[in-house]
């Protein structure tokens, strides 16, 4: 159970719930996170397809090692952009969706300057992925690759954005709401209404990922921020400040030594 604070947050254990508050909102989040994640009809989706035909074609040209090297690179890509959409599904089940924190309850949408921001990006993102042809590569991408005399490849392959938003988005979509329209959950507590304290946080779901045989190390290993390039950084920097400041006694004689040192290091150099 994940006891509360009161206070506001960017704890993702302390929210939840806030798409009741900010439908806006969640929906310019939802966007942008299956945008990036690659999800077709979304501008995302044409993006990695460009990645995926551009390995394709490049096969046809090398030999049976590097074709195997860059099946491993189309399954490490679609393995990337599969992990990508399972950790913004985990922002917006743990900070939009849920159960909301009872101190959340009077929250508001966020300002109109900022719906304006992301609802724009939005918009890019649906107008981008649908017309990815029509727009993005005729008026962007084609007018560069013929300037630099270039011909232009074929970038789209057997990819329609049109078709694919018919039936991925829409016939997919109306099949998946017909099937959970009437799923719902509520909190089992044996018929009484459910308190406070025993909410239970959106990131608990996840918590057989971490224990999983294969990631359980690598996990504990990132909690202890072994692979934090910023944390790494900044205890090289202490620890190289602090043998600056040993280095610095506050004795003259010392200060003296250092000069005449460095004057013999520089005099054998040059």
Same mark, same amino acid.
């Given at each position: 159970?994940?006891?509360?604070?009161?206070?506001?947050?960017?704890?993702?254990?302390?929210?939840?719930?806030?798409?009741?508050?900010?439908?806006?909102?969640?929906?310019?989040? #939802?966007?942008?996170?299956?945008?990036?994640? @690659?999800?077709?009809?979304?501008?995302?989706?044409?993006?990695?397809?460009?990645?995926?035909?551009? %390995?394709?074609?490049?096969?046809?040209?090398?030999?049976? @090692?590097?074709? /195997?090297?860059?099946?491993?690179?189309?399954?490490?890509?679609?393995?990337?952009?599969?992990?990508?959409?399972?950790?913004?599904?985990?922002?917006?089940?743990?900070?939009? /969706? @849920?159960?909301?924190?009872?101190?959340?309850?009077?929250?508001?949408?966020?300002?109109?300057?900022?719906? /304006?921001?992301?609802?724009?990006?939005?918009?890019?993102?649906?107008?981008?992925?649908? /017309?990815?042809?029509?727009?993005? %590569?005729?008026?962007?991408?084609?007018?560069?690759?013929?300037?630099?005399?270039?011909?232009?490849?074929?970038?789209?392959?057997?990819?329609?954005?049109?078709?694919?938003? #018919?039936?991925?988005?829409?016939? #997919?979509?109306?099949?998946?709401?017909?099937?959970?329209?009437?799923?719902?959950?509520?909190?089992?507590?044996?018929?009484?209404?459910?308190?406070?304290?025993?909410?239970?946080?959106?990131?608990?779901?996840?918590?057989?990922?971490?224990?999983?045989?294969?990631?359980?190390?690598?996990?504990?290993?990132?909690?202890?921020?072994?692979?934090?390039?910023?944390?790494?950084?900044?205890?090289?920097?202490?620890?190289?400040?602090?043998? #600056?400041?040993?280095?610095?006694?506050?004795?003259?004689?010392?200060?003296?030594?250092?000069?005449?040192?460095?004057?013999?290091?520089?005099?054998?150099?040059?």
């Amino acid at each position: 159970m994940v006891q509360l604070k009161n206070d506001l947050t960017a704890e993702l254990d302390y929210l939840g719930g806030l798409g009741k508050n900010m439908p806006i909102t969640f929906l310019m989040a #939802l966007i942008g996170a299956l945008s990036i994640s @690659g999800i077709p009809p979304f501008n995302g989706s044409f993006s990695k397809w460009m990645i995926y035909q551009g %390995l394709i074609e490049k096969t046809s040209t090398l030999g049976p @090692g590097y074709q /195997l090297w860059l099946l491993a690179c189309i399954i490490i890509t679609v393995f990337g952009s599969a992990s990508t959409l399972a950790s913004f599904m985990k922002f917006l089940h743990a900070a939009i /969706l @849920g159960r909301r924190p009872y101190f959340y309850k009077d929250i508001k949408e966020a300002p109109v300057n900022q719906l /304006l921001s992301t609802g724009i990006l939005s918009l890019l993102c649906i107008v981008f992925g649908i /017309l990815a042809v029509a727009l993005p %590569l005729k008026y962007f991408i084609y007018p560069v690759i013929e300037a630099s005399g270039m011909s232009i490849p074929s970038f789209a392959g057997l990819y329609d954005p049109v078709i694919i938003t #018919l039936l991925f988005a829409l016939l #997919l979509g109306l099949l998946i709401y017909g099937l959970t329209a009437k799923v719902r959950y509520d909190v089992y507590v044996g018929g009484m209404p459910a308190m406070e304290k025993f909410r239970i946080a959106g990131t608990e779901f996840y918590n057989e990922v971490r224990n999983f045989t294969l990631l359980k190390s690598i996990y504990n290993y990132a909690e202890k921020k072994y692979f934090d390039l910023y944390e790494m950084g900044r205890e090289f920097t202490f620890s190289f400040s602090g043998f #600056l400041q040993k280095a610095h006694p506050r004795q003259l004689q010392l200060y003296v030594l250092y000069i005449v040192v460095g004057y013999l290091i520089i005099m054998l150099v040059v």
